[in-house]
C-alpha cells in the first residue's frame, strides 16, 4: 500500500507491520482507502492505528428504490430494486412492526396505518442501505487483524472519514487515548 505509515523506534517492527497490512488488504479487498497511520512502540502496552477512507457510494432510501401508491389507510410500495427487497422488509419490520407490514406479491410492500403526507414522507424516508456503515464495519475488521495478538481490549473511535482503533491486553488508560491521537493526529 503506499500510503502506508507506521511509527515505531524498531525497524524490523515497520517491516512486519508492512507485510501484514499488506496480507490484510490483499486478503480483503477493501476499497476506497487513502491511508493507514500506525503506531507501534514494542514497548508500550497500547498498539493505535488510524484508517483514512475515501467515501463512496450513497445511501439508499425506500423513495430511492421503489414507487409509492397511497391508498386510504394504507401505501403499496412496488419494489423497482428486487436486490434490497430483503433489507427493506426488515427496516420497515424494525420501524412499523411486522404486523403492519406485508408482502403482498413479488415486487409490492403493503404499509398499514399510513396515509397522511407527513406518514408517507417518514415512509419514503427510512433508509435502507448506508454503504459507510457496511464500511466502517470493514474498516474496524482490517484494524482487528492488523492489531497484535492478545490486544483484547480495544477502543473504537469514529471521526469523518476515519476510523481509530486503540487496543491493549490491559485496560485503556486516558494517557494512551490522548498520546495516540497526538501521535495519529486524530481530530474527532
Same mark, same amino acid.
Given at each position: 500500500?503506499?500510503?502506508?505509515?507506521?511509527?515505531?523506534?524498531?525497524?524490523?517492527?515497520?517491516?512486519?507491520?508492512?507485510?501484514?497490512?499488506?496480507?490484510?488488504? %490483499?486478503?480483503?479487498?477493501?476499497?476506497?482507502?487513502?491511508?493507514?497511520? #500506525?503506531?507501534?512502540?514494542?514497548?508500550?502496552?497500547?498498539?493505535?492505528?488510524? +484508517?483514512?477512507?475515501?467515501?463512496?457510494?450513497?445511501?439508499?432510501?425506500?423513495?430511492?428504490?421503489?414507487?409509492?401508491? =397511497? /391508498?386510504?389507510?394504507?401505501?403499496?410500495?412496488?419494489?423497482?430494486?428486487?436486490?434490497?427487497?430483503?433489507?427493506?422488509?426488515?427496516?420497515?419490520?424494525?420501524?412499523?412492526?411486522?404486523?403492519?407490514?406485508?408482502?403482498?406479491?413479488?415486487?409490492?410492500?403493503?404499509?398499514? /396505518?399510513?396515509? %397522511?403526507?407527513?406518514?408517507?414522507?417518514?415512509?419514503? @424516508? +427510512?433508509?435502507?442501505? @448506508?454503504?459507510?456503515?457496511?464500511?466502517?464495519?470493514?474498516? #474496524?475488521? $482490517?484494524?482487528?487483524?492488523?492489531?497484535?495478538?492478545?490486544?483484547?481490549?480495544?477502543?473504537?473511535?469514529?471521526? /469523518?472519514?476515519?476510523?481509530? =482503533?486503540?487496543?491493549?491486553?490491559?485496560? #485503556?488508560?486516558?494517557?494512551?487515548?490522548?498520546?495516540?491521537?497526538?501521535? $495519529?493526529?486524530? %481530530?474527532?
Amino acid at each position: 500500500m503506499e500510503k502506508l505509515f507506521i511509527e515505531s523506534e524498531d525497524k524490523h517492527a515497520v517491516e512486519a507491520y508492512r507485510q501484514i497490512v499488506d496480507y490484510v488488504l %490483499n486478503d480483503m479487498s477493501v476499497k476506497s482507502l487513502d491511508a493507514i497511520h #500506525i503506531y507501534a512502540d514494542p514497548t508500550a502496552l497500547f498498539f493505535s492505528c488510524r +484508517v483514512d477512507f475515501e467515501r463512496s457510494g450513497t445511501p439508499l432510501k425506500i423513495r430511492d428504490l421503489s414507487t409509492e401508491r =397511497v /391508498g386510504e389507510e394504507d401505501v403499496d410500495l412496488v419494489i423497482g430494486e428486487e436486490r434490497y427487497l430483503a433489507d427493506m422488509l426488515r427496516k420497515l419490520w424494525d420501524v412499523y412492526g411486522q404486523d403492519r407490514v406485508e408482502q403482498s406479491e413479488r415486487q409490492h410492500i403493503i404499509v398499514k /396505518g399510513v396515509s %397522511n403526507d407527513a406518514d408517507v414522507e417518514k415512509l419514503l @424516508d +427510512v433508509m435502507v442501505v @448506508d454503504p459507510l456503515e457496511d464500511f466502517y464495519e470493514q474498516l #474496524i475488521t $482490517l484494524a482487528v487483524d492488523i492489531i497484535p495478538v492478545g490486544f483484547r481490549v480495544r477502543r473504537v473511535e469514529y471521526a /469523518g472519514d476515519s476510523v481509530l =482503533v486503540i487496543a491493549s491486553e490491559k485496560t #485503556i488508560e486516558k494517557e494512551w487515548i490522548d498520546y495516540s491521537k497526538e501521535k $495519529l493526529q486524530w %481530530n474527532s
